[in-house]
Nanobody, 118 residues
Framework: QDQLVESGGGLVQAGGSLKLSCKAS????????MDWYRQAPGNQRELVAS???????NYARNAKDRFIISRDNFKDTLYLEMYGLKPEDTAVYYC????????????WGKGTLVTVSP
């Protein structure tokens, strides 16, 4: 009964693309701002992109113009389209939900591994 389950990771060559998905269950999806984070070995977990329930998106500098975050509130699913992948994009990508209703409520997925070969 995991609330967030990521999928779509894999091995891709530099310059390639991937589309990640995060399926939410057991939460009122449109009450949450959704985020993609990533964590590479030896690094801290970092925010990649965020999207509000209404579809307003924000991106980290190194993701802007290469990554596209989107959501389908009827499918309770978050997406991350990634283009022009670089070896430094290699990381475990995590889906994150943050409540917008005043409480300190958040959920994390277990992550999906993206490996970009040079």
């Amino acid at each position: 009964q995991d609330q967030l389950v990521e999928s779509g990771g894999g091995l891709v060559q530099a310059g390639g693309s991937l589309k990640l998905s995060c399926k939410a269950s057991g939460i009122i999806f449109n009450m949450y701002t959704m985020d993609w984070y990533r964590q590479a070995p030896g690094n801290q977990r970092e925010l990649v992109a965020s999207i509000t329930s209404g579809g307003r998106a924000n991106y980290a500098r190194n993701a802007k113009d290469r990554f596209i975050i989107s959501r389908d509130n009827f499918k309770d699913t978050l997406y991350l389209e990634m283009y022009g992948l670089k070896p430094e994009d290699t990381a475990v990508y995590y889906c994150h939900a943050k409540g917008t209703f005043g409480g300190k409520v958040e959920y994390w997925g277990k992550g999906t591994l993206v490996t970009v070969s040079p």
